[in-house]
């Protein structure tokens, strides 16, 4: 009983001991973990640190080089604002100095225009001494004819008056007429071919419209950027395209000017590009307008293989039908060369199926009539020549060439010439081909039968062919033969002094005589 009482007490001891230790040894563990936490917490902030300080270090280098390049670029502005200003305070220099000049210029044309009220004065007084004079000789002469003739002055006045009026009407009415006779004789296919090339080939009045080209910049600030550092940008670029820019005082735009009209497309895709990139400098400007002309290359020839396909012609040479394409950037009188050839050729098939002629013969004629005009800048001549020689260089066949060439003479050689002809004349006259309205089409041709039937002894006159012929009857018993010629001569000076028309026109004066008798 004792030694079971001892066990279980030695027990108890055992357990209490073990317990005791087994605490003291957990304490000892934790406070080894937490000193081993501390260490950790102790390297990592250590880290913490030295990111923190390189981080710092690196933001203080960047806000030094952002800081370089802003000054940099202060400078930059601050130079080229000096730039300006020097040209500036040139330019009102210059000003001052052209003022100075018109001053200078003003005073002396105020001198010389008091020395010529002077001199006009005396010479007015000096006259009408002499017109004093010349009455009083002229009025002693005058009693003494009259003495001898028994004629007042009136009388004999009208009678000489008269007759030279009567001579001198009839001599002037045969030398004209045998005179024109002559010059039609002469020279009237060298006259057809000249006046031909003058209407046709260019017109002063839109001279502007087809040589230049405007493009829009986003800002005036561009200007600066086209004309580059010493104007490296503006020559390279004239250069590379051969058009000439022109930077004025026009807001937020420049100019291209250039003859060739296929050049100025060039240059105008390719600075509308580099306005739009933004990067420009010589390099980028060469690669820019090498780009450009591949696409416009592109694009003439799709313009000419649509053009070839509305039309339905087959068989045409592919630099033929490339020259075809460049009419789209081709202008006459304000109407596209291109959509004026796809129309003739069009309608010259129309009328040769209605004829029973060579439709073929007659709608290629057409849709090429005007081709020489893809050269008209670069050869000399004609366009109507030009066009027959370069479709007989690409074996295009005669009667298509002569078509070509022949558009514009009154007596084309074939069928199909004439249709040619009539189709061109009927494109480009009727109402909106060339930018007219129906309201302004009637009215130039009332205008132009106004100004022909204002003459003495018109019956009637008519305007034909869309304006380009006016035909004036005349009264048989009031107008002879001579007076005939004259009035067509009369009427048609009217013509060019009042009224503005494109081209020319045609005044033909009519004069008939009929006599009926009835045998009974």
């Given at each position: 009983?004792?030694?079971?009482?001892?066990?279980?007490?030695?027990v108890?001891?055992?357990?209490?001991?073990?317990a005791?230790?087994?605490?003291?040894?957990?304490?000892i563990?934790?406070?080894?973990?937490?000193?081993?936490?501390?260490?950790?917490?102790?390297r990592?902030?250590?880290?913490?640190?030295?990111?923190?300080?390189?981080?710092?270090?690196?933001?203080?280098?960047?806000?030094?080089?952002?800081?370089?390049?802003?000054?940099?670029?202060?400078?930059?502005?601050?130079?080229?604002?000096?730039?300006?200003?020097?040209r500036?305070?040139?330019?009102?220099e210059?000003?001052?100095?052209?003022?100075?000049?018109?001053?200078?210029?003003?005073?002396?044309?105020?001198?010389?225009?008091?020395?010529?009220?002077?001199?006009?004065t005396?010479?007015?007084?000096?006259?009408?001494?002499?017109?004093?004079?010349l009455?009083?000789?002229?009025?002693k002469?005058?009693?003494?004819?009259?003495?001898?003739?028994?004629?007042?002055?009136?009388?004999?006045?009208?009678?000489?008056?008269?007759?030279?009026?009567?001579?001198?009407?009839?001599e002037?009415?045969?030398r004209?007429?045998?005179?024109?006779?002559?010059?039609?004789?002469?020279?009237?296919?060298?006259?057809?071919?000249?006046?031909a090339?003058?209407v046709?080939?260019?017109a002063?009045?839109?001279?502007?419209?087809?040589?230049?080209?405007?493009?829009?910049l986003?800002?005036?600030d561009?200007k600066?950027r086209?004309?580059?550092?010493e104007?490296?940008?503006?020559r390279?670029?004239?250069?590379?395209?051969?058009?000439?820019?022109?930077?004025?005082?026009?807001?937020?735009?420049?100019?291209?000017?250039?003859?060739?009209?296929?050049?100025?497309?060039?240059?105008?895709?390719?600075?509308?590009?580099?306005?739009?990139?933004?990067?420009i400098?010589?390099?980028?400007?060469?690669?820019t307008?090498?780009?450009?002309?591949?696409?416009?290359?592109?694009?003439?020839?799709?313009?000419?293989?649509?053009?070839?396909?509305r039309t339905?012609?087959?068989?045409?040479?592919?630099?033929?039908?490339r020259?075809l394409?460049?009419?789209k950037y081709?202008?006459?009188?304000?109407?596209?060369?291109l959509?004026?050839?796809?129309?003739?050729?069009?309608?010259?098939?129309?009328?040769?199926?209605?004829?029973g002629?060579?439709?073929?013969v007659?709608?290629?004629?057409?849709?090429?009539?005007?081709?020489?005009?893809?050269?008209?800048?670069?050869?000399?001549?004609?366009?109507a020549?030009?066009g027959?020689?370069?479709?007989?260089k690409?074996?295009?066949?005669?009667?298509?060439?002569?078509?070509?060439?022949?558009?514009?003479?009154d007596q084309?050689?074939?069928?199909?010439?004439?249709?040619?002809?009539?189709?061109?004349?009927?494109?480009?006259?009727?109402?909106?081909?060339?930018?007219?309205?129906?309201?302004?089409?009637?009215?130039r041709?009332?205008a132009?039968?106004d100004?022909?039937?204002?003459?003495?002894?018109?019956?009637k006159?008519?305007?034909?062919?869309?304006?380009?012929?006016?035909?004036?009857?005349?009264?048989?018993d009031n107008?002879?033969?001579?007076m005939?010629t004259?009035?067509a001569?009369?009427?048609?000076?009217?013509?060019?002094?009042?009224?503005?028309?494109?081209?020319?026109?045609?005044?033909t004066?009519?004069?008939?005589?009929r006599?009926?008798?009835?045998?009974?």
């Amino acid at each position: 009983m004792t030694s079971a009482l001892v066990a279980v007490v030695a027990v108890l001891i055992g357990l209490a001991a073990g317990a005791l230790l087994g605490f003291f040894v957990r304490r000892i563990l934790s406070r080894k973990r937490y000193e081993a936490a501390q260490a950790d917490a102790s390297r990592v902030i250590e880290e913490a640190g030295e990111q923190r300080r390189s981080i710092i270090i690196e933001a203080k280098e960047q806000a030094l080089g952002i800081r370089s390049a802003s000054e940099e670029e202060v400078r930059e502005r601050r130079s080229e604002l000096k730039r300006q200003e020097r040209r500036l305070s040139n330019r009102e220099e210059k000003l001052d100095r052209r003022s100075g000049n018109l001053d200078r210029r003003e005073r002396q044309a105020a001198e010389q225009e008091a020395f010529n009220k002077r001199r006009e004065t005396e010479l007015e007084a000096a006259k009408r001494r002499r017109e004093s004079e010349l009455e009083e000789f002229r009025a002693k002469e005058i009693e003494l004819l009259e003495g001898l003739s028994n004629l007042s002055v009136e009388d004999a006045q009208a009678e000489l008056l008269r007759r030279a009026e009567d001579d001198i009407q009839h001599e002037i009415l045969v030398r004209y007429r045998d005179h024109e006779e002559r010059a039609k004789k002469e020279a009237e296919d060298r006259a057809r071919d000249l006046v031909a090339q003058a209407v046709q080939r260019l017109a002063s009045e839109v001279v502007s419209e087809i040589t230049v080209t405007t493009v829009p910049l986003p800002s005036d600030d561009m200007k600066g950027r086209l004309i580059g550092r010493e104007g490296r940008n503006i020559r390279a670029i004239e250069r590379a395209t051969g058009v000439d820019l022109i930077v004025d005082d026009t807001p937020e735009a420049v100019t291209l000017s250039c003859f060739d009209p296929v050049r100025r497309e060039v240059a105008r895709v390719a600075l509308s590009r580099l306005i739009v990139d933004g990067r420009i400098h010589p390099a980028r400007i060469e690669e820019t307008v090498a780009r450009s002309e591949k696409e416009v290359r592109d694009n003439i020839w799709k313009s000419g293989e649509e053009a070839v396909f509305r039309t339905g012609v087959r068989g045409l040479h592919p630099e033929v039908v490339r020259l075809l394409g460049r009419l789209k950037y081709r202008f006459s009188y304000g109407e596209n060369v291109l959509l004026h050839s796809i129309e003739v050729g069009n309608l010259a098939g129309m009328i040769a199926s209605e004829m029973g002629a060579n439709v073929k013969v007659a709608k290629t004629g057409g849709l090429l009539h005007d081709i020489g005009k893809a050269l008209s800048h670069e050869v000399e001549g004609p366009h109507a020549e030009i066009g027959a020689s370069v479709a007989a260089k690409y074996n295009v066949s005669r009667a298509v060439c002569a078509c070509i060439g022949e558009h514009h003479d009154d007596q084309p050689s074939s069928v199909e010439g004439f249709i040619v002809a009539a189709a061109d004349a009927i494109s480009a006259a009727r109402p909106g081909a060339r930018s007219d309205t129906v309201e302004h089409y009637m009215k130039r041709l009332r205008a132009l039968e106004d100004v022909a039937g204002a003459f003495d002894g018109v019956e009637k006159c008519y305007a034909i062919q869309a304006g380009r012929e006016v035909r004036v009857m005349v009264k048989p018993d009031n107008v002879n033969d001579d007076m005939a010629t004259m009035m067509a001569r009369d009427i048609a000076r009217k013509v060019e002094d009042t009224l503005v028309y494109p081209g020319q026109i045609k005044v033909t004066v009519i004069r008939e005589s009929r006599k009926v008798e009835y045998a009974r």
